[in-house]
């Protein structure tokens, strides 16, 4: 149906800041950088500088996290053998994941579940005893593959384990 922002007014407005109307039980979603185009995601983030808007959480120039050819069937091997600080893994928690079992944490993604394992494992809280560090293994999928999940859902499934890796 085509791409508007909420003007200040409340009325909708698209990147060219031309009035914009909903078509009735239109379904509405957020951009991404993984689904939408760069031109429009460009537009938009142009006006929003000249307005002075600021996107409460990263949006516009979120990263994409591109599927590798190692990400086949239900298994990444992307992130085998790579080390991250034990304390990190936590980080997970506030991004949708559970830890399962010593070992594995897993996120539900509708119907399927990623499973990301690692060793040798965390237990308790951030504060209690941790090994150093985790070595991580395979990102498993059940219920989905890899190639049948949304770009955006498999993007944003990858990012979380990307910031593992941050050092900010």
Same mark, same amino acid.
């Given at each position: 149906?085509?791409?508007?922002?909420?003007?200040?007014?409340?009325?909708?407005?698209?990147?060219?800041?031309?009035?914009?109307?909903?078509?009735?039980?239109?379904?509405?979603?957020?951009?991404?950088?993984?689904? *939408?185009?760069?031109?429009? @995601?460009?537009?938009?983030?142009?006006?929003? =500088?000249?307005?002075?808007?600021? %996107?409460?959480? /990263? !949006?516009?120039?979120?990263?994409?996290?591109?599927?590798?050819?190692?990400?086949?069937?239900?298994?990444?091997?992307?992130?085998?053998?790579?080390?991250?600080?034990?304390?990190?893994?936590?980080?997970?928690?506030?991004?949708?994941?559970?830890?399962?079992?010593?070992?594995?944490?897993?996120?539900?993604?509708? *119907?399927?579940?990623?499973? @990301?394992?690692?060793s040798p494992g965390i237990d =308790?809280?951030?504060?209690?005893? %941790?090994?150093? /560090? !985790?070595?991580?293994?395979?990102?498993?999928?059940?219920?989905?593959?890899?190639?049948?999940?949304?770009?955006?859902?498999?993007?944003?499934?990858?990012?979380?384990?990307?910031?593992?890796?941050?050092?900010?």
């Open positions: 149906v085509g791409y508007f922002r909420v003007s200040e007014d409340g009325t909708l407005a698209t990147s060219a800041d031309d009035a914009f109307e909903l078509p009735p039980n239109a379904f509405v979603r957020l951009m991404h950088p993984a689904r *939408d185009p760069a031109d429009e @995601l460009q537009r938009f983030g142009e006006l929003f =500088g000249d307005y002075g808007i600021i %996107q409460p959480f /990263e !949006q516009l120039s979120r990263p994409v996290v591109a599927a590798e050819a190692t990400e086949t069937g239900k298994e990444s091997k992307r992130y085998q053998h790579r080390k991250v600080p034990s304390k990190r893994m936590f980080s997970l928690e506030k991004r949708g994941w559970t830890r399962t079992i010593m070992g594995q944490s897993s996120k539900v993604l509708g *119907d399927a579940t990623a499973t @990301l394992h690692y =308790g809280s951030p504060d209690a005893w %941790q090994a150093d /560090e !985790q070595d991580l293994g395979l990102l498993k999928l059940d219920g989905i593959t890899f190639e049948e999940l949304d770009v955006v859902v498999r993007s944003e499934l990858l990012y979380d384990v990307e910031r593992l890796f941050a050092t900010e």
